[in-house]
């Protein structure tokens, strides 16, 4: 079975940075695309941003510029450092693996995290 586990979330004034860490244990971990999402009350849940495992990266206009989605060695761990965080950042931020390609936006079948809490203040 396999597990993803955000970490890193928490709260931070605007103009701040945090940096989400994801980690997929069990198996099979062969994921082709990981990618985090973000749902803020009454809203609902969208893109943020992906990485295949070729390292090709996709962003959402609202992030692009100020987040970085990476990657370790193993692929089995991505990060989101997000840079020049706004109030609008706050959400429930949501860790994301399929083995299908990566679509902007979007994942295919994916599995899913938890979730971790970003509360950006003004």
């Known amino acids: 079975q396999v597990q993803l586990v955000e970490s890193g979330g928490g709260s931070v004034q605007s103009g701040g940075s945090l940096r989400l860490s994801c980690a997929v244990s069990g198996h099979p971990t062969n994921f082709y695309c990981m990618g985090w999402f973000r749902q803020a009350p009454g809203k609902e849940r969208e893109g943020v941003a992906s990485?295949?495992?070729?390292?090709?990266?996709m962003y959402s206009d609202s992030v692009k510029g100020r987040f970085t989605i990476s990657q370790d060695g193993t692929k089995n761990t991505i990060y989101l450092q997000m840079n020049s965080l706004k109030p609008e950042d706050t959400a429930m931020y949501y860790c994301?693996?399929?083995?299908?390609?990566?679509?902007?936006?979007?994942?295919?079948?994916?599995?899913w995290g938890q979730g971790t809490q970003v509360t950006v203040s003004s």
């Open positions: 994301a693996a399929s083995r299908l390609r990566c679509s902007p936006g979007k994942l295919y079948s994916p599995s």
């Open positions: 990485i295949d495992s070729d390292g090709l990266t």
